[in-house]
């Protein structure tokens, strides 16, 4: 099989990789990654080109093509890091995939260990959980000021997601889902979008 397209996601934790047919899951080695963003350039690079190895994703003929989620909160910097990064592993083409265009515009919470994405009415809101005193209440009250609609999606490696789903839904009277694999949702997605 031709691993010729290669999703990529990086959170604080975990590094998600996908084929069309194939999804890979990667422990990350502390503050490598923050906030869903590279923090340790050289770091991430020598962890990556081990982890392609591994998963045997760098074994193709034809030039590799890598498809990176773009969290809403990345700026340009970001983005040419992470570009650089790839283009040092050799990959032909690397295209940055919009959040918003992987989560169907429903309203939805996507949390990480570090930090949320709040989208509704195609907006989405970025909170780090830094600067926050309570994870909970906090990511409650900015919800409670943005959300206007009935249905909320909740997904991501957030260890209380679904005590906070249950906690929204009393709360708030709303109807809250997590998808069957929370965790791996996203993933899925970006799996779909590079198969097209």
């Keep these: 099989m031709i691993k010729n397209n290669l999703g990529v996601i990086l959170t604080d934790k975990i590094l998600y990789l996908c084929t069309a047919s194939a999804i890979y899951t990667e422990e990350i080695p502390k503050g490598i990654v923050i906030q869903n963003k590279i923090a340790k350039t050289e770091a991430f690079y020598r962890y990556i080109a081990k982890i392609l190895k591994k998963n045997k994703l760098t074994d193709t003929i034809i030039g590799r093509n890598s498809y990176i989620l773009k969290f809403p909160h990345y700026f340009e910097s970001d983005m040419e890091l992470i570009t ?5 592993l050799s990959f032909n083409k690397i295209k940055f ?5 992987l ?4 309203s939805s919470l996507y949390m990480s260990e570090s930090s949320a994405i709040l989208t509704v009415q195609n907006k989405s809101y970025f909170l780090d959980y830094d600067i926050m ?3 909970s209440k906090d990511v409650q009250y900015f919800f409670k000021s ?3 609609n009935n249905d909320l999606f909740i997904f991501g490696e957030y260890i209380g997601i679904n005590d906070l789903r249950i906690e929204l839904e009393k709360k708030y009277n709303i109807k809250v889902f997590t998808f069957y ?6 993933i899925t997605k970006l799996q779909v979008e590079i198969a097209k």
């Design 97 to 101: 995939i919009e959040y918003s265009t």
């Design 181 to 186: 694999n929370a965790k791996q949702y996203i």
């Design 133 to 135: 005193d309570d994870i």
């Design 84 to 88: 650089s990064i790839f283009e040092k």
């Design 103 to 106: 989560i169907d515009n429903a």
């Design 146 to 148: 943005k959300f206007s």
